[in-house]
């Protein structure tokens, strides 16, 4: 029995301390004796005892509250309480705080070695327990902490401009892609500040507003040295926001070069095809022609009309995308309805659809460019007409909110493939089901947006196939408040 171990005996009794010693070093504890509760805390704090035994009522004071608070400095002490006689509840109460065991007498030498011996091999087994679930722990600490090593040197590498707000908008993570964007020295603190102070861009300010509720997955953000954003926002539950930002500048220089380039092209093409038509008008004046030679100058003229519409479409479309109608006036909608539906009236006759127009009694202003609204409106009623077949139903509703307008433009057409839906408001993209015989450019809808996004609003179709198509156009309205 090798037993160093150190057992410190709190006992007031004389004789009972001296059958706890000769017990104890019969079998090779070494003990030690703690006269009173002061040289109790100070034993305690030198050595640190395999075994603390106390007796009741040690030193005048109640020995449960010896041992609870004993137990609250050193919660791993094993503590064994001597009682002057049995107690179920005292026992009860010492197990219940944590003391190992109790002894009462009659004391017998073995009794007191038996008992100690099993509190010393409890508390090695709680001991070795405690010892593997702390190990355990602290390995899988240490793997979350390597995890979230390796997260943040992610973060911290990657091109990308990450910025992570909670929810009151303070800026809980800025990644050194972002802090380059946005011109942050390095070492500036800004970790907890309001986003608004470290960063007041309007853009990003917009962005993080508009996506409280909703991811708003793409936006841009632009600097005024030409640098453009790509960014994304999305909420994350319990943190805030996350936005990444991509550097789409190149792209957007390849854009503008790729549009110039269709500007000059289609702006060339326009004399020549002005010319062909005018003299392929003026042929049958100059002599004689026959039928067959007047179904190909028909033909000809067909032909050379839809290349000008194309060429008439791509110029319209350089144009609005390059913003060359920023000039906004307040524009009377009802009156470019009407006037729209006027000049498309002969069409819906001709084919006999069937016309719902659902105005609200007061149509609000709105401020935009009357001259976009109504290509825009032809353009999505045109489409209206063409797509559905004889007889079928068109419908124009609108609706008035306090700070905008709902235009819906529904037809009971063939629909759009849910697979062509995302690119339909591409240039020259047409869906897979475009009716033989219907004609155009895949520019209609291109211009549309664009015209759209030039009035701060969305657009975006819900359609059925074989069912029929919606159009939802959303306008921002003109508020005096807002200044618009
Ligand atoms: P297009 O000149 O081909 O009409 P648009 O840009 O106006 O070009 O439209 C793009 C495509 O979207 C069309 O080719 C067609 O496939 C689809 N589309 C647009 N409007 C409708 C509609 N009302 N019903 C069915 N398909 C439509």
């Not at 790509?230 to 190149?250: F, K």
């Not at 063409?386 to 009971?412: C, F, H, N, W």
């Amino acid at each position: 029995m090798p037993k160093s171990d150190l057992i410190l005996c709190a006992l007031d009794d004389q004789q009972i301390l001296q059958l706890f010693e000769r017990a104890l070093t019969a079998v090779s504890y070494q003990v030690a004796i703690a006269r009173d509760r002061a040289a109790l805390d100070k034993s305690l704090q030198e050595s640190s005892p395999a075994l603390v035994i106390i007796s009741q009522n040690f030193d005048g004071a109640n020995e449960l509250e010896i041992a609870a608070s004993m137990l609250d400095r050193f919660p791993t002490q094993p503590v064994l309480l001597l009682l002057l006689k049995e107690s179920p509840e005292i026992v009860k109460k010492a197990i219940h705080i944590g003391v190992s065991d109790c002894l009462y007498a009659p004391l017998r030498v073995e009794d007191i070695t038996k008992t100690v011996e099993n509190s010393i091999k409890r508390a090695d087994r709680i001991g070795d327990y405690t010892r593997r679930e702390v190990k355990r722990t602290t390995a899988s600490l240490q793997h979350r902490l390597d995890e979230l090593q390796k997260l943040d040197t992610i973060v911290e590498h990657i091109e990308d401009g990450v910025i992570i707000v909670d929810e009151q908008s303070n800026l809980l993570l800025i990644n050194p892609a972002a802090r380059r964007a946005f011109g942050i020295w390095q070492d500036e603190v800004i970790n907890g500040k309001p986003v608004s102070e470290v960063l007041p861009h309007p853009d990003l300010r917009i962005l993080l507003s508009e996506s409280v509720n909703t991811p708003v997955p793409h936006n841009e953000i632009t600097f005024e040295d030409g640098r453009v954003l790509s960014a994304q926002c999305t909420p994350i539950p319990r943190i805030g926001l996350a936005v990444t930002m991509q550097d789409i500048t190149y792209l957007k220089q390849i854009d503008r070069l790729k549009n110039e380039f269709v500007h000059t092209v289609s702006h060339d093409l326009r004399s020549p095809l002005t010319a062909i038509l005018g003299y392929v008008d003026l042929l049958d004046r100059v002599g004689p022609v026959n039928d067959q030679q007047h179904e190909f100058i028909h033909r000809i003229q067909n032909s050379v009309q839809s290349i000008t519409a194309l060429v008439n479409d791509l110029l319209e479309l350089g144009r609005i995308e390059a913003g060359f109608d920023s000039q906004k006036e307040v524009v009377p909608l009802e009156g470019i309805i009407r006037y729209a539906l006027e000049t498309l009236g002969g069409q819906i006759s001709d084919k006999k659809l069937n016309l719902h127009l659902n105005l609200p009694a007061e149509i609000p202003q709105l401020r935009g460019n009357p001259i976009r609204l109504r290509q825009l409106l032809d353009n999505l009623i045109g489409n209206a007409i063409k797509y559905t077949p004889e007889g079928g139903e068109i419908t124009i509703d609108m609706e008035a909110q306090s700070d905008q307008v709902i235009l819906r433009i529904s037809d009971t057409g063939p629909g759009i493939p849910p697979a062509d839906q995302p690119h339909i408001f591409e240039k020259f993209y047409r869906a897979s089901n475009v009716p033989k015989g219907v004609g155009g450019s895949g520019l209609g809808l291109a211009i549309v947006k664009s015209i759209v996004e030039n009035h701060q609003g969305r657009i975006w179709v819900e359609s059925l196939l074989g069912q029929g198509s919606t159009f939802t156009v959303v306008l921002p309205l003109f508020t005096q408040a807002a200044g618009q």
